[in-house]
């Protein structure tokens, strides 16, 4: 599977971005899409993820502004980010985790990235 993440850009702060990922397969499968993001020197680290069925979860850095979605019929999955502050300034990364018949069998699949920069 293959996740192409787009909608990055530069951006004042109190702005919003909407980056999109799409997947070259069905997303309508047992699996979580979810949107990653790393400064250098800095680990990855989960902004949000959604479940097959709709269940969200959020960094609490970004609960209340940021909202994940996800379209199976279109493969695809959204963030939407309002209120951006410079600290959301990032490369964002989509993520997708496939399910398989035990953890052990978890398929994970990354995006190439997509950078958002929030300007002061």
């Known amino acids: 599977v293959q996740l192409q993440a787009s909608g990055g850009g530069l951006v004042q702060a109190g702005g919003s971005l909407r980056l999109s990922c799409a997947a070259s397969?069905?997303?309508?499968?047992?699996?979580?899409m979810g949107w990653y993001r790393q400064v250098p020197g800095k680990e990855r680290e989960l902004v949000a993820q959604?479940?097959?069925?709709?269940?969200?979860n959020y960094a609490d850095s970004v609960k209340g502004r940021f909202a994940i979605s996800r379209d199976n019929a279109k493969n695809m999955v959204y963030l939407q980010m309002n209120s951006l502050k410079p600290e959301d300034t990032a490369v964002y990364y989509c993520?997708?985790?496939?399910?398989?018949?035990?953890?052990?069998?978890?398929?994970?699949?990354w995006g190439q990235g997509t950078l958002v920069t929030v300007s002061s």
């Open positions: 397969a069905s997303i309508a499968v047992d699996n979580v």
């Open positions: 959604i479940t097959f069925g709709g269940s969200t």
């Open positions: 993520n997708g985790i496939w399910r398989g018949l035990s953890a052990k069998y978890d398929r994970y699949y």
